[in-house]
Antibody
Framework: EVQLVESGGGLVKPGGSLRLSCAAS????????MSWVRQAPGKGLEWVGR??????????DYAAPVKGRFTISRDDSKNTLYLQMNSLKTEDTAVYYC??????????????WGQGTLVTVSS | QSVLTQPPSASGTPGQRVTISCSGS????????VNWYQQLPGTAPKLLIY???QRPSGVPDRFSGSKSGTSASLAISGLQSEDEADYYC????????????FGGGTKLTVL
C-alpha cells in the first residue's frame, strides 16, 4: 500500500524558513517523480513544484510564486522528499501535500497524495 | 484566479446525474490529458479520473470523464450522498517551462 506522510509544518514568521519532509513507502521511491501541491485555507489546489527521478535527470521545476524561494530535494536512501521554504510570506500559508507523479506522454497525473501538513506564516 | 475554469458549485438529488465542466486553453487541456480529483471534507484530494476518461482501480463506474478541444467534463450518475465533495480538474500546461494547473474547484451538494 502506497503511503506518503508529510511532516514539519508549523507556525513561522514572515521572512522565516521551514523544511517539510514526506516519508514514502509502498512503492519504489527512487523511480518516482514527486510533486508538492498546496491548498490555502478555504481555497483551491496550487502546484508548488516537482522533482524527477534521478534516472530521468533528477531535475526540478517550480511554480512562479515560489521560484527562487523554495527548493525541492530527495534522499532516495531514506525514501524521503523534502521542501525547503525560505523567505516565507503570509500568502504561503497553506496545507502542503506531497504527491507521486506519473508522466508517460501523453498521459500524466498526480496519483497518490499524503494527508498534508499545515504551514502558517504569521507574525 | 485559476488557470482552468470550473463552476463554483453544483447540486443534485440522490439518483440524479450531474456534470461539472472545466474550461482551459490550447496550452493545457488543448494539448494534454485531463485529470479529476475528489476532495471529501477534511481529507486530501483523491485521483478520480485520469487521462480524460480513465478510472483508477476502486473508483465506481458512476464517475466518467470526457474531453473535447479545450474543455472537459466530469459526469456523476446515480448521485449518492457520499458524493458530496469538492471536485477539481487538472492538466499539465506547456507554457513557460511547464507546470500543473488546476481548476478552482466545484463544491457538489447532494440535496
Amino acid at each position: 500500500e502506497v503511503q506518503l506522510v508529510e511532516s514539519g509544518g508549523g507556525l513561522v514568521k514572515p521572512g522565516g524558513s521551514l523544511r517539510l519532509s514526506c516519508a514514502a513507502s509502498g512503492f519504489t521511491f527512487s523511480n518516482a517523480w514527486m510533486s508538492w501541491v498546496r491548498q490555502a485555507p478555504g481555497k483551491g489546489l496550487e502546484w508548488v513544484g516537482r522533482i524527477k527521478s534521478k534516472t530521468d535527470g533528477g531535475t526540478t521545476d517550480y511554480a512562479a510564486p515560489v521560484k527562487g524561494r523554495f527548493t525541492i530535494s530527495r534522499d532516495d536512501s531514506k525514501n524521503t522528499l523534502y521542501l525547503q521554504m525560505n523567505s516565507l510570506k503570509t500568502e504561503d500559508t497553506a496545507v502542503y501535500y506531497c504527491t507521486t507523479e506519473l508522466s508517460v506522454w501523453p498521459i500524466a497525473y498526480l496519483d497518490y497524495w499524503g494527508q498534508g501538513t499545515l504551514v502558517t506564516v504569521s507574525s | 484566479q485559476s488557470v482552468l475554469t470550473q463552476p463554483p458549485s453544483a447540486s443534485g438529488t440522490p439518483g440524479q446525474r450531474v456534470t461539472i465542466s472545466c474550461s482551459g486553453s490550447s496550452s493545457n487541456i488543448g494539448s494534454n490529458t485531463v485529470n479529476w480529483y475528489q476532495q471529501l471534507p477534511g481529507t486530501a484530494p483523491k485521483l478520480l479520473i485520469y487521462s480524460n476518461n480513465q478510472r483508477p482501480s476502486g473508483v465506481p463506474d458512476r464517475f466518467s470523464g470526457s474531453k473535447s478541444g479545450t474543455s472537459a467534463s466530469l459526469a456523476i450518475s446515480g448521485l449518492q450522498s457520499e458524493d458530496e465533495a469538492d471536485y477539481y480538474c487538472a492538466a499539465w500546461d506547456d507554457s513557460l517551462n511547464g507546470f500543473w494547473v488546476f481548476g478552482g474547484g466545484t463544491k457538489l451538494t447532494v440535496l
